[in-house]
Structures are given as C-alpha cells and as structure tokens.
T-cell receptor, first 116, second 111 residues
Framework: KAGVTQTPRYLIKTRGQQVTLSCSPISGHRSVSWYQQTPGQGLQFLFE???????NKGNFPGRFSGRQFSNSRSEMNVSTLELGDSALYLCASSQRVGASNTGELFFGEGSRLTVL | AQRVTQPEKLLSVFKGAPVELKCNYS??????LFWYVQYSRQRLQLLLR??SRESIKGFTADLNKGETSFHLKKPFAQEEDSAMYYC?????????????FGKGTKLSVKP
C-alpha cells in the first residue's frame, strides 16, 4: 500500500498570502489528522476529519481551516500568512476503530512551509 | 492543563547500555499514552501504546498513574535505536487522531 502522500513537499510564501496543502491518506483510511511541527512548540494538533466532517479542532486561529472530500483526501488552508506560520505540516491517516478513532496513526513526510 | 513533558532534549548512551527516556504527563481524566519514533529520514511512526502492554524492538513502557509517568526503557541500547522519540497522550477511548505530543527526546547511541 502506498503511504500517506502530502503535496507540495516544500513551498515558500510571503506574509499575507494564503496556502493550501493537500493530503492523500492510505487507501481504506477514512480518518485524517493534521499537525503543525515547529522547533519551539513541537507537534501541535490542528484538526481531525472523518467522513468529511471535522471531529476535533486544536487551539489555532480561524486562519487555519481544513476540509475532507468524499474520497477521504484532505486539504488544509492557511490564510493571511504570518512569519510564525513557518513550519512542517504533517498529515496522518488512520482506520477508524469503534466509535472513536483508536486506530494507529500513519504519518506523511510533511509539507514544509516557509513564510518570508 | 493537558500536557506531556519530556525533560531531556538529548540523551546519549553507549551501545549495550540501558536507556530510559522520561515522559511525564498532566491530564485530568484517564489518559492513553503512546510512544512515537522518527528514525533519520523516515516518517514519524508508532512505537508502542500502553494499552497493548507489549515490547517492541526491546522497548517497554509502563504507565505509572501515581507518578503520572510513562517512561520508555530498553535494557541494552543498539545503534539502530538512535532516533527522535515522542511521548503522546489522548483521552481513554478518545481519538488517536487528536494527540498531545511532548517535544521529543533525541536518543543517540554511540558505538
């Protein structure tokens, strides 16, 4: 099986612009989560999606948004970029087990965003 | 506040020595704890979870609710264990998609 695929892998934007990152989960996985990784804050949870619905959301401003499509692929968008948004954005997929998602997370390689 | 603390940024040991990576947590409720690992040039991946009570690659971790700790241990470190290790938690029965991570400990095993 192909792993979690994230595109683009690297991108450079300037302050005020917006960016869209894409994540294709492992085939058969219907749950997708997003994390932001920075040297200062480490890994921080952004959102979790299942069946095209946001199930959980982390403590990030409204500039950060996401969605999931019927094929389980997910996108996240950051509007009005700030310097502090420079980070590695990781996507993870899992098979939802039971009422809550207790399946193992499988991570992508990440999209590295640099904001100038 | 819910929090995971890994007090050591870097841990360096010699091959064959015992290793213990510390993880302490703060959580109001019943947590589920995990260890994730990232080897050089590889993706972040699950190493073990406390509910499984299993040993993976010689590593074990015991949840100590009294001390709110979930330290990762291995009696004899190998060079291939060198990696970044992250402790993480979620609520019991909660979603693994919504994890609180520690900031990680870089383990370096010297020959």
């Amino acid at each position: 099986k192909a792993g979690v695929t994230q595109t683009p892998r690297y991108l450079i934007k300037t302050r005020g612009q917006q960016v869209t990152l894409s994540c294709s989960p492992i085939s058969g996985h219907r749950s997708v989560s997003w994390y932001q990784q920075t040297p200062g804050q480490g890994l921080q949870f952004l959102f979790e999606y299942f069946s095209e619905t946001q199930r959980n959301k982390g403590n990030f401003p409204g500039r950060f948004s996401g969605r999931q499509f019927s094929n389980s692929r997910s996108e996240m968008n950051v509007s009005t970029l700030e310097l502090g948004d420079s980070a590695l954005y990781l996507c993870a997929s899992s098979q939802r087990v039971g009422a809550s998602n207790t399946g193992e997370l499988f991570f992508g390689e990440g999209s590295r965003l640099t904001v100038l | 506040a819910q929090r995971v603390t890994q007090p050591e940024k870097l841990l360096s040991v010699f091959k064959g020595a015992p290793v213990e990576l510390k993880c302490n947590y703060s959580y109001s409720g019943s947590p589920e704890l995990f260890w994730y690992v990232q080897y050089s040039r590889q993706r972040l991946q699950l190493l073990l979870r406390h509910i499984s009570r299993e040993s993976i690659k010689g590593f074990t971790a015991d949840l100590n609710k009294g001390e709110t700790s979930f330290h990762l241990k291995k009696p004899f470190a190998q060079e291939e264990d060198s990696a970044m290790y992250y402790c993480a938690l979620t609520s019991h029965g909660g979603s693994q998609g919504n994890l609180i991570f520690g900031k990680g400990t870089k383990l370096s095993v010297k020959p």
